[in-house]
């Protein structure tokens, strides 16, 4: 079939967990055979969204790539502010189409495109129902229009104008049954196709490694966090909490690996190793006691299903209800909503070999058999044909 993908950003360069989703999907699918496109913009940057790539056709492992400008940078002070009076405010619908304006990325151009091409292509799939182009993308495509949410609970969802985006689908694909509950509880969404997806973890075979560990100076046990590191991921929260608790725990470390966008502690027990290569990430969750996922916000989190893939059990904020699902479903790790329960959960960790050999077993298992890549394709594959007749 020929499919477009709609994303805000895209590129081996840009490691977002929407658009590294959506790129996942995409080069899959052109692996199984078909003629995948990726409409998208030229920026990089989520937060300014200024124009970094060239604009124009280019290909990426096999998936034709179409990028165009974003005709007005963000100004993140001035969009959070907005946000903040929107969110608290009584406001007419104009208010809501101008936030969609700010928060952007502003692309007349790649719906322009979309529009011509309606006819080139069987599906279109949209990534991630926040954005200006699958806000107004999803309106204005005609058929065969597939969305992948990617929401979790929070202010903008409630806004009055999403409604017409998650009436617009013709199919959703959810990332966990948390997520699937929460939209179906605030649109309905009946007479659509809906599945449990999510996106498809490789199984990769790690050997223990003493090079490893001496090469960046770490020493067991440590946890480990991976992803961007900023305050909107809940790394400040981490960061208080992990202080307190080393208080009565000196000997652990905190490691981070991502892109770093904050100030980090000045303290010797949180080391950051950097933007890593995949087998270094890899390696670093295998070794590690535990990995944490300190966000509030999450539809599904990636770096938490590949630490369970290597056998290394979780540790959630509660707030984060498909994360606290995993935990739950796939008897795979613990949560924790306060400081209090952030010490005793990690310390009961650190402690107790056997239930930590436990929850590792179980998040293997579970990761083969609900988010292995075998798994993940062929539900969308389903997807498909059911677009298709």
């Excluded at 990028?67 to 007419?92: A, G, M, T």
């Excluded at 007479?191 to 973890?201: K, N, W």
């Amino acid at each position: 079939m020929k499919i477009a993908f709609v994303v805000q950003r895209y590129g081996k360069e840009v490691m977002g967990g929407s658009e590294l989703h959506c790129r996942l999907i995409a080069e899959r699918l052109f692996q199984a055979g078909h003629e995948v496109t990726v409409f998208t913009t030229t920026a990089r940057d989520y937060i300014t969204w200024k124009n970094e790539f060239p604009p124009g056709e280019s290909v990426l492992n096999g998936v034709i790539v179409k990028r165009f400008p974003v005709e007005k940078e963000r100004d993140i002070k001035d969009f959070n502010e907005y946000s903040d009076w929107l969110f608290s405010h009584p406001h007419s619908e104009a208010d809501e189409v101008l936030w969609i304006e700010k928060q952007g990325p502003w692309v007349p151009s790649l719906l322009e495109a979309l529009e011509k091409a309606q006819n080139d292509f069987e599906v279109f799939i949209f990534f991630t129902y926040l954005y200006y182009p699958t806000h107004y993308g999803l309106q204005l495509v005609r058929k065969g229009k597939i969305l992948v949410p990617t929401a979790h609970d929070e202010p903008a969802l409630y806004l009055n104008i999403m409604k017409r985006v998650f009436a617009s689908a013709e199919a959703f694909l959810f990332n966990t049954q948390a997520e699937k509950e929460m939209l179906t509880r605030l649109f309905g969404l009946e007479g659509t196709y809906q599945d449990i997806v999510g996106v498809g973890v490789d199984i990769p075979v790690i050997k223990a490694s003493t090079s490893f560990l001496s090469r960046y100076g770490l020493i067991k046990p440590y946890i480990l966090y991976a992803g961007r590191i900023e305050p909107g991921k809940g790394c400040q929260e981490l960061f208080d909490y992990f202080l307190e608790f080393s208080k009565e725990e000196p000997n652990v470390q905190l490691v981070l690996i991502g892109h770093l966008l904050m100030p980090l502690p000045n303290n010797p027990r949180i080391i950051y190793l950097g933007f890593v290569s995949p087998e270094v990430k890899n390696m670093a969750m295998a070794e590690a006691a535990v990995t944490v996922h300190p966000s509030h916000f999450e539809s599904l989190c990636m770096a938490a299903l590949e630490s369970l893939a290597v056998k290394t059990p979780i540790l959630v904020q509660e707030a984060a209800e498909p994360l606290r699902r995993h935990c739950l479903e796939g008897q795979c790790g613990l949560y924790y909503s306060n400081a209090n329960e952030f010490a005793w959960t990690l310390s009961l960790l650190l402690r107790d070999d056997r239930l930590r050999a436990s929850l590792a077993e179980n998040g293997r298992r579970y990761v083969e058999a609900k988010y292995s890549w075998p798994v993940v394709l062929a539900k969308y594959f389903r997807a498909l044909e059911y677009l298709k007749r």
